[in-house]
């Protein structure tokens, strides 16, 4: 860039750079949602197709970025996991961020696929709000993984239950709040079952779980690796240099983006997929190695 007496001006830029060696959560979350859903007549309490949509946006963003490790999505909201190893971008936080523009044009852009009978309208497009957040450890950003799916649960067995009392019986939405107030998770089932004859365990696991998303490798047997040991390897692996970076982008290129609606609390689903924690990819599954 050549001198001028204008370059001075570039000392205002300030430098955002997240933290070295920290889990980096992109979570985007749909700006008014509430007022879009009603608009395009989302289906209540949960709208298959608009699920499936986020989860398309969210599989197309995970295989423009291998730097992502894992995403979780429910409703109108998804988490981007980035591993401490992670040197995407410089960890510069303004464009990690802007990795959520990537989800809001694939919402878009797979819109007519998902509601061909529903073509956006310009005033109504949907938006997106992003923000990162930094963990500093394993512990950490699996307690926040759980927090969303816990948080998807409680809303998803209240939503289902203040929608079936307005819905099949004919409460008004006041009067659904009303009867729910003060009400515990047995209490919903309970109403579920005794009035309309459902079994909450029953309903779709998509709905119950939300949708995990990331790269598919050979599962691992279910061992009782400590977290420890999980925490040592991933540790031994934050220091990698660029061609490292670009060889591991390459290698998780090859791997299959799944989605999946699995518990995310339990250890087991990250002691099968070591992988995850650690940073390094696993092996690939026979047919996918041959092709
Ligand atoms: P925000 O995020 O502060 O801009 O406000 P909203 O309106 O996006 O609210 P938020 O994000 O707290 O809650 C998500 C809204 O999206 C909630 O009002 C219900 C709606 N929504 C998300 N998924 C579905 C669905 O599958 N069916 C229906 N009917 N509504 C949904
Ligand atoms: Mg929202
Ligand atoms: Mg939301």
């Not at 204008?6 to 933290?19: A, I, K, T």
């Not at 499936?52 to 423009?64: H, I, Q, T």
């Amino acid at each position: 860039m050549a001198n001028s007496k204008f370059e001075y001006v570039r000392l205002f830029e300030q430098p955002d750079n997240l933290l070295r060696e920290t889990w980096i959560v992109v979570r985007i979350d749909g700006r008014g949602f509430h007022k879009l859903s009603d608009k395009y007549k989302f289906e209540k309490p949960n709208d298959r197709r608009a699920l499936d949509l986020m989860n398309a946006a969210a599989v197309s963003v995970m295989k423009a970025l291998p730097d992502l490790i894992i995403a979780y999505g429910v409703s109108d909201e998804y988490s981007f996991v980035f591993h401490p190893n992670c040197d995407l971008f410089e960890r510069r936080s303004a464009y990690v961020i802007s990795s959520y523009q990537k989800v809001m044009s694939s919402y878009v852009h797979q819109w007519p696929i998902f509601f061909p009978e529903k073509p956006l309208e310009l005033s109504s497009l949907p938006t997106f709000d992003g923000r990162a957040v930094q963990y500093p450890n394993e512990r950490v950003l699996r307690d926040y993984m759980s927090w969303r799916q816990v948080d998807c649960h409680i809303n998803n067995l209240y939503n289902t239950t203040f929608w079936m009392l307005v819905l099949k019986g004919g409460l008004s939405n006041v009067e659904a709040e009303k009867e729910l107030s003060g009400t515990v998770s047995s209490d919903k089932n309970e109403i579920l079952f005794s009035r309309f004859g459902i079994n909450y365990n029953n309903e779709e696991e998509i709905y119950k779980k939300g949708s995990v998303v990331y790269r598919q490798y050979q599962l691992e047997d279910h061992q009782p690796q400590t977290l420890t040991t999980q925490a040592m390897e991933s540790q031994a692996t934050t220091e990698l240099s660029k061609t490292q970076q670009e060889k591991m982008r390459k290698l998780r290129r090859k791997a299959q983006v799944v989605v999946d609606h699995v518990d995310i609390i339990k250890d087991e689903f990250w002691q099968r997929r070591p992988w995850l924690l650690s940073g390094k990819p696993g092996k690939l599954p026979a047919e996918t190695t041959q092709a």
